[in-house]
Structures are given as structure tokens and as C-alpha cells.
């Protein structure tokens, strides 16, 4: 089941950021990301937009990946459990980030670090992934949608992490 992380983090373009306030009020919104590997997620957003204001008061957060335009019956999701914080304010560390943002966004519409103004890069360090398994997967016993941790494959000593 951990093939579908890698696969669904490099097809879809947005992911749906749920945080919460210093008292716990919950906040939803999508944001256009780049995957770094399978644990970390970066973007782009204002720092007193209400969910960068909820990062710096609460970083645990909940992503969700998925294809809204999916058919009934037809989903895939990935659901991560992530700590978020504002991107190291750093020329390599907001280069680095860039640099992945970049790599997605269609020619000409690159960002540089002049074209960030007000805006800040962020991202998200994966602490749990867990994929849908759709009610009614002979291979589960499940009637209901689900979700089902996953986690890597063990990695042989000469694979570099």
C-alpha cells in the first residue's frame, strides 16, 4: 500500500491544510505544494493569512491529497499527520524550497525570491501517512471507507535514505 504515497504526492497539485487556533478552532484550506521525497511538503502563503497564523500558534496539522474530480467510487486519498512551521529564513533553505515549487509551476510562472513579497514559504514534515481504502476492498474487511497506516519499506544498507 505505500506505493500509492509517492504516486498520489507527485500527481495531484493541491493538498487541503487543516489547522486549528491557540483554542483549538479548526481551520481548512488548499494550497498548491511540492513534495521533498515522501516527508515533506512545502508552499507558498502570507504569514497573516489565518492558516499560517494558526501554524505559528498550533504546527501539528492534518493534509489531505486527493483527486476531486474523481468519479463516485473511484477515490484515492492520502491523509498525513505533519508538524508545520515557516520555511528557515535562510537563502538556501527559501532557495531550496523554491526550487521544488518551481519544478511544478508551468514555464513562466516561476518564482524567484523577489517575487515572494508579503509571502513566505512553509512546509510540512510528514510524521504519519495513511492512504483511503474504499469501503468494500475485497482485500480488507471493511464496509465502510477506511484509512490504513502505512509506512515505508525497509530500506537495505546500501540505499541511501
Excluded: C
Excluded at 500500500?1 to 479548526?26: I, N, S
Excluded at 516527508?39 to 500558534?57: E, L
Excluded at 492512504?131 to 541511501?160: H, M, Q, S
Aim: charged share 20%; proline share 9%; glycine share 8%.
Amino acid at each position: 500500500m505505500w506505493k500509492a504515497v509517492p504516486r498520489l504526492l507527485a500527481a495531484h497539485h493541491y493538498l487541503v491544510l487543516g489547522t486549528a487556533d491557540g483554542e483549538g478552532r479548526p481551520w481548512a484550506t488548499p494550497v498548491f505544494y511540492a513534495a521533498d521525497g515522501d516527508h515533506r511538503v512545502v508552499w507558498v502563503s502570507a504569514p497573516d493569512s489565518r492558516h499560517s497564523r494558526n501554524i505559528a500558534a498550533r504546527p501539528g496539522v492534518a493534509i489531505t491529497v486527493f483527486d476531486s474530480s474523481a468519479p463516485i467510487g473511484g477515490a484515492e486519498a492520502l491523509y498525513l499527520q505533519a508538524t508545520a512551521e515557516a520555511v528557515p529564513d535562510d537563502d538556501d533553505a527559501r532557495g531550496a524550497a523554491l526550487a521544488l515549487l518551481n519544478a511544478r509551476l508551468p514555464a513562466g510562472h516561476q518564482l524567484g525570491p523577489e517575487d515572494l513579497g508579503p509571502l513566505q514559504p512553509y512546509q510540512a514534515v510528514i510524521t504519519q501517512h495513511y492512504v483511503l481504502i474504499r469501503g468494500g476492498d475485497t482485500r480488507f474487511d471493511n464496509v465502510t471507507d477506511a484509512r490504513l497506516a502505512v509506512t515505508p519499506p525497509a530500506r537495505t544498507p546500501e540505499e541511501k535514505p
